[in-house]
């Protein structure tokens, strides 16, 4: 003790420290031994035994429970996070293609110009609703066969 502080030194002897350094560990045995006796025996310990001897031959016992509980947690986080990366390289390529077109879009008018841009954009609207067109009048004539066959 020649290596502590004085004041240290003159705590440690003090009469009181040194009698529940001796009669602390008889003490907190004395103490945990009551509480498990008074306490957890007849309000825990027994109503779980007679609750797990009653259903042992149906029920599983307390530890798989609680190992399949731990095994379902962890796979739903790793369920979680795996579907957090694939959603932001989803989002990613959609942000990515969305900002490309419109950038190539934006140099394509640039480059052609506005009137030359604006000719080609109606072209494709004329070639999109022709094929919307027939695709609907298609549709329309397979609805009318299925009636008529009916």
């Keep these: 003790m020649d290596f502590l502080p004085e004041n240290l030194q003159t705590i440690l002897q ?9 009669t602390t560990q008889e003490h907190l045995t ?21 609750l797990l001897t009653s259903y ?6 307390l530890l798989s429970i609680c190992l399949l509980a731990i095994i379902i947690l962890i796979s739903l986080k790793i369920l979680d996070y795996a579907c957090r990366v694939i959603m932001f390289w ?23 110009g506005v009137e030359d841009a604006a000719r080609d954009l109606g072209w494709l609207f004329g070639v999109v609703s022709g094929f919307v067109g027939d695709y609907v009048e298609k549709s329309q004539g397979k609805a009318a066969a299925y009636v008529g066959t009916k």
């Design 90 to 112: 989803v989002v990613l390529a959609f942000r990515l293609v969305f900002w490309g077109s419109l950038l190539g879009m934006g140099y394509y008018v640039y480059r052609v």
């Design 14 to 22: 003090n009469p009181t420290i040194t009698y529940l350094q001796s």
């Design 56 to 61: 042992s031959s149906s029920m599983p016992d």
């Design 30 to 50: 004395s103490r945990l031994s009551d509480l498990r006796a008074t306490v957890l025996q007849p309000y825990l310990i027994e109503p779980l035994s007679t």
